[in-house]
């Protein structure tokens, strides 16, 4: 049973990343699924902190959609600025994780998602 659930994992983890990857290189890029993205992205980390919480006003200014669409659009991010966002959010998970045993991997050890961001 566990090796069928890590099938199922491995299986899920790798078409969203393919997905990731061909709306990325897609001429012009899927602005609008990657703005969906990081919107669900951040309404996800938010949703687990009080509203009055300093760490989550924290993420509701720093992880602005309209910013981040507008800039996306624009080509104002490079590959550099990306990968930055992404360790960002992963900081910003392992602050609100509320079990111990719940470990966010950090994107320096999944260093396959770094070439998409900068190709």
């Known amino acids: 049973m566990e090796r069928i659930q890590k099938q199922i994992k491995d299986t899920y983890h790798k078409a969203f990343f393919d997905l990731l990857e061909q709306k990325v290189h897609e001429e012009p890029p899927d602005y609008d699924w990657i703005s969906k993205l990081y919107l669900e992205i951040r309404i996800k980390l938010t949703k687990l902190l009080k509203s009055s919480s300093t760490l989550r006003i924290e993420i509701e200014e720093k992880m602005d959609p309209t910013i ?11 590959g550099t600025d990306l990968f ?7 900081d910003k998970i392992r602050c609100s994780c509320p079990a111990p045993q719940l470990k966010a991997e950090s994107p320096a050890s999944g260093q396959s998602l770094f070439p998409l961001l900068i190709a």
């Open 68 to 78: 981040f669409n507008q800039m996306m659009r624009n080509n104002a991010f490079n």
């Open 84 to 90: 930055n966002l992404i360790s960002y959010v992963f």
